[in-house]
């Protein structure tokens, strides 16, 4: 199969050849669509190249998932691209002429394939074969990473599934000995150096065991964002001291750490945030204004703040980061702290640790809380998390979409209707096997993403393009799940409504679709390549 492929391939990498010198042609600030376009078409070629590297080490039903995703891009791109709901662009709007698609995807060759492996009838027959076998769970070619799979999943469905509704429907907190097990299992630290009491794993491990749980709950897998965030920074920028005091507590999950970055009125754009942080005779400091959108602020131990120290530059330049050490939620008061007040941010899904307003009115920070002892460098620091935030966030986004892909495919299989089961009913499933092969893009997408994060290389273009796929597909497969359950997808006591509206959230946090369109697009035009570490304009949410 893998020299059907080759058409296909070398086709895709053509038109994202031909699209690109288009778009590089105008200027990405005064044509957006153009650039985003472009990032969606890169996007979904590499999702599919590494999809196919995935399934050439794999069985013949491996390969025609593989064959199904290159087949419908082939199909789905001559109409356009579709960048979102209710946005597409045609591939015109690109630059590209009937020409160049006529000598890519209509080749005959081509047109060949996808009719063999992606037409409606081959996605039937390809979602009752998985069906058959029981399941499209991933396959991982290292012995250790799928050992490691499958301890975490039995974890996870021992210990997390069965809590996963009441903390949904309650809207109540995960519970503190639950937390203390994952501490123990070392989710906290998996990339922690084990210098520093962590697993000193890789980030494909991070993958893998952040989708089992997330698999479980969104809310569980996201305990980690927060821990590697705050590990990475340390790690990469902490003083010795700093590094020393909390790396092993942050990688053990006896230091619980928040993000502090968003605020009212700057959400993406990070470099102009106002909260403000004033040094004092002693050498403290005392933080003053608002941030919002805060994960799991009343339990946490440590703050990560993004401040301005510098009233002379209100950019990127002037902004420090902080290792803000705080009380934990106590005596019936969720907020202890001189200086430290919250209000409870009520939100759809994403529940278990509750989101926050945050007030600093003077929230003392001691002179060894600025991270590296260096003002002025908290966005430059900042940047460093986000490739790993956003492979990680990927990762929960796979673990919502296999959840509802299980979900879809079991109730599909034992639900019946005018005398047969659901999944004998065409439109039934195609919709599973087109699931089945999206998701499995996105998870080959993620972990090529982490591949490349361990090998030491910039991969913002990577782990944007993980993100922007993975978090879509959550949605895509949750949705078409609770369209297969009917009336009762929208009942609460199905798992498919809760999995509807934690998959929303993904493509919001953690930079948000359009953000990572626009990182993917100023990576694929710049020229000369831009400067390692060079600002990003914004990130969006950080949870």
């Not at 288009?22 to 600030?29: K, P």
């Not at 297969?484 to 998959?503: C, M």
């Amino acid at each position: 199969m893998t020299s059907e492929l080759d058409p296909p391939l070398l086709a895709l990498d053509e038109l994202v050849r031909r699209a690109t010198a288009r778009v590089r042609e105008r200027d990405i600030g005064h044509d957006q669509l153009a650039a985003h376009g472009l990032a969606h078409l890169r996007m979904e070629v590499e999702a599919c190249r590494q999809l196919v590297a995935w399934a050439s080490e794999g069985d013949e039903l491996e390969g025609r998932i593989a064959a199904a995703y290159a087949g419908e891009l082939c199909r789905a791109l001559v109409g356009g691209i579709d960048v979102g709901a209710c946005e597409s662009l045609a591939l015109a709007d690109l630059g590209l002429a009937d020409r160049d698609v006529e000598a890519t995807l209509l080749a005959p060759e081509v047109r060949a394939m996808a009719q063999r492996y992606a037409s409606g009838a081959a996605l039937v027959e390809l979602a009752r074969d998985v069906a058959a076998r029981g399941g499209a769970g991933p396959r991982l070619a290292d012995g250790a990473l799928e050992a490691t799979r499958a301890e975490m999943l039995r974890f996870a469905q021992r210990e997390i599934a069965p809590l996963a509704r009441r903390i949904h429907r309650d809207d109540a907190l995960i519970p503190l000995d639950l937390i203390e097990r994952l501490g123990r299992l070392g989710v906290f630290g998996l990339t922690t150096p084990e210098s520093f009491g962590g697993g000193g794993q890789s980030r494909v491990a991070m993958c893998v065991v952040t989708e089992e749980i997330a698999r479980a709950s969104l809310g569980v897998g996201s305990l980690g964002t927060r821990s590697e965030i705050a590990a990475e920074l340390v790690l990469t920028c902490g003083t010795d001291d700093q590094k020393r005091r909390l790396l092993p507590g942050i990688a053990s999950g006896a230091i619980l750490p928040t993000a502090v970055f968003s605020e009212p009125d700057h959400g993406s754009d990070l470099a102009h945030v106002r909260t403000r942080a004033e040094r004092q005779p002693d050498g403290s400091w005392r933080l003053f204004g608002q941030k919002t959108w805060i994960t799991h602020a009343t339990r946490a131990d440590l703050m990560t703040v993004l401040a301005r120290t510098s009233r002379d530059d209100d950019g990127h330049g002037g902004l420090s980061m902080f290792l803000a050490p705080k009380s934990r939620a106590r005596d019936g008061r969720d907020f202890v702290d001189e200086g430290l007040t919250g209000t409870e941010i009520a939100v759809l899904g994403y529940r278990g640790m509750k989101e926050y307003e945050l007030s600093f009115d003077g929230f003392r920070v001691e002179a060894d809380g600025l991270l590296g002892g260096v003002e002025g460098s908290g966005f430059k620091q900042l940047m460093q998390t986000f490739e790993t935030a956003r492979i990680q966030t990927a990762a929960r986004a796979v673990g919502v979409a296999q959840a509802a892909l299980d979900e879809a495919m079991r109730y599909a299989r034992e639900r019946r209707q005018f005398g047969q089961p659901l999944i004998e009913f065409p439109r039934i499933a195609r919709k599973i096997g087109r699931a089945v092969v999206r998701v499995a893009a996105a998870r080959s997408l993620t972990h090529f993403a982490a591949r490349t994060k361990d090998l030491g290389r910039r991969c913002d273009l990577e782990a944007g393009m993980a993100k922007l796929l993975a978090t879509r597909v959550a949605w895509e497969t949750a949705d078409a799940a609770v369209q297969i359950h009917g009336g009762n997808g929208y009942a609460e006591e199905f798992t498919v409504s809760r999995l509807l509206v934690d998959a929303r959230v993904l493509s919001i946090f953690e930079g948000t679709s359009e953000i990572q369109a626009q990182v993917i697009a100023r990576r694929l035009l710049e020229s000369p390549p831009a400067a390692e570490g060079a600002p990003e304009p914004s990130r969006g949410r950080d949870r």
